[in-house]
């Protein structure tokens, strides 16, 4: 309730005349300071101007004027430059350490403010707390914050590729082919995907990278694949020349036990995602320049279009063969790779060099890309929010990601809209 409380004074979400203290002074509002988010009076440097003297101080906020002490503010020096405690329910005298009588402000929150906070707050029957009045929101408000949000989450994953590059002395190679393999994982095994990018540097296989056999080698061994028993003629082959490679490079695989595969299709199994990466490195030996100078999507996809080596045509583990072709990524899986991968390359490589149509390049990837489809995206478009492309259903994402699902509503430009409005109560 504090937070409501802090959000309504924050915002002079009330009315601005008329105000005046429990004990019947009148004041004016200057300043309602600057909000505070660690330890101490949560808005500093407030100002407030009772009759024709400013004060200027720090303001306090409590449910009840008896948290005050529930706090243990009146023993606490840190409190003494409190001009005002402002509370939902005034219940009690306060004081200061010195013995300064403490002014009090009885917030003015109607009954359905409270109702509407509530419900966002506890509502779990949809994972968007404000589904019901989305379509009353104006445009220019959901486009704004949407744009706002796919830019954020666009500069976030150009962070992590800048962390990698730096990582590796301003490298970008390097960085794109850590990002990449992160990428392959999608969601379930991405953390193990990028563990073997780290585990076998770009230049080590770049000296062995023209040899699709020892490419796979690399990485299938580094995986930790190909520690079992296999009889088979590829596996031992495999085997044979990881051999080699890991007493060459002094290598050490990752367990087999990192990698998941509960609920995956067969098509999304490491092992068919390792062979694809594989044959995309042997083909595309410099992976940077190649995908950061293609001219268009059409020229983007194109580069996926890599064959897999004849093993792979029939299996998705080093188990039997499948009766069903082996396929490796479809057009999903790579725009993915290009929306959480390409993109934030582009992005990052162009603030960090000053090259401001890189970064333009990078929204203009995720304008050109069609929707995501996933249970996320679904559930916008079931409330009308119906997304154009990519860098649409981005945005959606943090949306979902970094508000709906954490009940933030007061901290989203959206709910903060449906908050002033004091529309955000379910009709019955």
Not at 114 to 122: A, E, H, R
Not at 143 to 166: C, F, H, V
Not at 211 to 225: D, M, N
Not at 350 to 370: D, H, Q
Request: charged share 25%.
């Amino acid at each position: 309730m504090e937070q409501l409380l802090q959000h309504v004074w924050k915002y002079r979400l009330f009315a601005p005349d008329g105000l005046c203290t429990t004990d019947g002074i009148s004041f004016e509002l200057i300043d309602p300071g600057t909000h505070n988010q660690h330890a101490g009076p949560d808005f500093f440097n407030a100002k407030l101007k009772f009759g024709d003297t400013v004060w200027a101080g720090n303001v306090e906020i409590h449910e009840r004027s008896s948290d005050w002490h529930a706090h243990q503010h009146q023993n606490n020096p840190a409190y003494d430059n409190v001009i005002l405690n402002v509370v939902l329910h005034h219940d009690r005298e306060l004081y200061s350490t010195t013995g300064r009588k403490i002014r009090q402000y009885v917030l003015p929150i109607s009954e359905q403010m409270l109702q509407d906070y509530s419900f966002l707050k506890t509502n779990t029957e949809s994972c968007i707390p404000c589904a019901f009045r989305l379509m009353n929101l104006p445009e220019l408000v959901k486009a704004d914050w949407l744009t706002s949000l796919a830019t954020q989450r666009l500069i976030q994953k150009a962070e992590r590729i800048r962390g990698y590059s730096q990582r590796y002395a301003s490298d970008w190679e390097e960085a794109f082919y850590i990002s990449l393999c992160r990428s392959f994982g999608t969601g379930v095994n991405g953390d193990a995907f990028e563990r073997l990018g780290r585990s076998i540097p770009f230049g080590y296989l770049l000296k062995h990278i023209d040899s699709l056999l020892q490419t796979e080698a690399f990485l299938f061994g580094q995986a930790g694949f190909l520690e079992g028993d296999n009889e088979h003629p590829y596996y031992l082959l495999l085997k044979r020349e990881y051999a080699l490679l890991r007493h060459k490079f002094g290598l050490k695989p990752l367990p087999a036990s990192c990698w998941r595969f509960f609920r995956l299709r067969p098509g999304a199994f490491p092992h068919v995602r390792i062979a694809t990466l594989a044959s995309l490195l042997h083909h595309h030996r410099r992976m940077f320049s190649v995908f950061t100078e293609a001219g268009s999507m059409e020229e983007l996809h194109r580069l996926f279009d890599v064959k897999l080596s004849i093993y792979w045509e029939n299996h998705y583990q080093f188990t039997d063969p499948t009766c069903d072709p082996v396929k490796g990524i479809g057009r999903q899986t790579i725009d993915s790779i290009l929306i959480n991968t390409l993109a934030p390359l582009l992005f990052a490589f162009g603030e960090s060099t000053g090259n401001v149509a890189m970064e333009e390049r990078a929204v203009r990837l995720l304008e050109e890309l069609p929707p995501e489809n996933n249970r996320y995206v679904r559930a916008w478009k079931e409330v009308g929010i119906i997304p154009k492309n990519a860098f649409d259903t981005q945005a959606l994402l943090e949306l979902q990601q970094s508000y709906c699902e954490k009940r933030k509503c007061l901290f989203c430009r959206i709910g903060h809209h449906l908050m002033k409005q004091k529309n955000v109560r379910q009709k019955t």
